[in-house]
């Protein structure tokens, strides 16, 4: 039951062959530097892109499951305009109704790491409100009553003594102050008095020849009267009609009749309209068309994160076929412990992101173990959760997923190992068997084939805690489909994939 299969390396049993992949590494890394290589320089940028994308944003509110908006340019008001911005991402602009019935503009970025959308809106808004209180009638600065008679040595009239008319000082809305001022300067001054002797506040005699002149002046100055007076009026009720207008106020904002003007708006907030973009073609228009669009459709199609599928076996004590493996329908408390640590359920039915070849119709199960980050999306093949059929003995439906996987968790409760020819298939490069122990612990074997590099953190032999087990795992067996995948000619990674497909649109477009 121990003995190694031919196709399969064991570091257990040959401890000497992770030294040989070690050494061989090392050895091309000192020939080969790959300071300021290609690889190198992807690195960074997709390192540059993700911190701007997704430092101190992940996980959204939406989830995990899906990092690209399901939003796309045909759901806009209007036909959208397309930019690339310094060669690397890709600008899409649209106006969109918003729920409060103004319009908006809907920016969708594309880069190597997905498509994200944006919805924005102009949050000036006319004002609504007028205080009507303020300002209704024009205010006059008030009458001074204190004033300096000429000559008078700087003494204040209010300070002199008028003994003559402290009687009309008692109602002082009908006090005449010239004529006060007369009778006080008769009083007081008699020097100043005609040689009639009359006091100075009553008229004088007018003599015959200058009555009709005087008579035309008093017309005038009454008809003048009347004529300010009616002035007054009327430029009273105009100050308190156009009082408002004298209040501060926000200008109402300008209606526009252009169709993209909330675009527009925006790009020139973002700064994207400024002069340095526009004449150095860092910012540019790319014309729509019917070869643009499908260029645009291949694009959204490359994931932007590494998506991969890992089959979970379970094998009960003294198990060792195949077809009595894959009739297992049921977990043990520990194994069902360790499939909940590896990730969460979800829903296939409902399930936006990557499903790993489930059938939505469920055909394949209600439910699936799943784990996704901003750089992974795992679909886990538990052959638990996968329907078993009754009439069929080869269990073809759990094996055409379970087989066709590139990396197998077996959790194994049988007293032998596992045998990594158990389940025959063309696939199956890696094998990460647990093997729970009396003590709490757990004991790990790794079997992969020759051609596969090495792979960790776990390594054979090793044996950890029940915490550390389903997080080490999981990133093992994430490892070692990436260590295969890598391997095998013509494979890109996603990163690079989008990476590439929008440079092609840069050139073409």
Known sequence: ANEKPRRFSSLRTEASAGELKAAALLDMLLSNPVHGSQIIKEAAHILLVQLCNFLQTFPSNEGVNVLSTQLDEESGGSAPIFYIYNDFALFSLSEIKMENGETGARLMLRDCTGRYAWDSSVLQQEEQFVNQSLMREPVYPPVQKESVIPGASGRRMNEMPLQACDSRLK?????????????????????????SGKPLNQPIELRSEFQKEVDTIQKQLEKQIVIDEKGISARKNLLTETAKDRIPSPPEPVVSKSK????????????????????????????????FRRSLTQLDKTAGRELSKIGVIYVMEGQDDQKIILRNDTKSPLYAEFVRGLGWPIDIATHQGYLGGLDRKLTTGKTAP????????????????????????????KKRHVGNDIVHIVYSEHSSDYRPTTITSQFNDAHICVYPL????????????????????????????????????????INANRSVRFNTGGY??????????????????
Do not use: W
Request: charge should be negative.
């Open 438 to 477: 009396p003590n709490g612990l757990f004991r790990i074997q790794i079997y992969s084939k020759e051609k596969v590099p090495f792979f960790g953190p776990l390594v054979h032999g090793m044996c950890i805690s029940k915490t550390l087990l389903p997080t080490l795992v999981r990133l093992t067996a």
């Open 260 to 291: 993209y003007h909330a675009c527009r708006l925006l790009l020139n907030h973002l700064g994207f309209l400024e002069y340095e973009n526009l004449s150095s073609s860092r910012f540019y228009m790319v014309e729509d068309s019917q070869r």
């Open 492 to 509: 890109c990674r996603p990163f690079p994939t989008r990476r590439q497909a929008l440079e092609e649109i840069v050139t073409r477009f």
């Open 171 to 195: 109602d002082a809305s009908n006090v005449d102050q010239l004529n006060d001022l007369l009778v006080f300067l008769s009083e007081t001054a008699p020097d100043c008095l005609l040689g």
């Open 370 to 397: 799943y784990f996704a980050n901003y750089l992974f999306e795992v679909a886990f093949h538990e052959i638990t959760s996968i329907p078993t059929n009754p009439t069929d003995p080869q269990q073809i439906t």
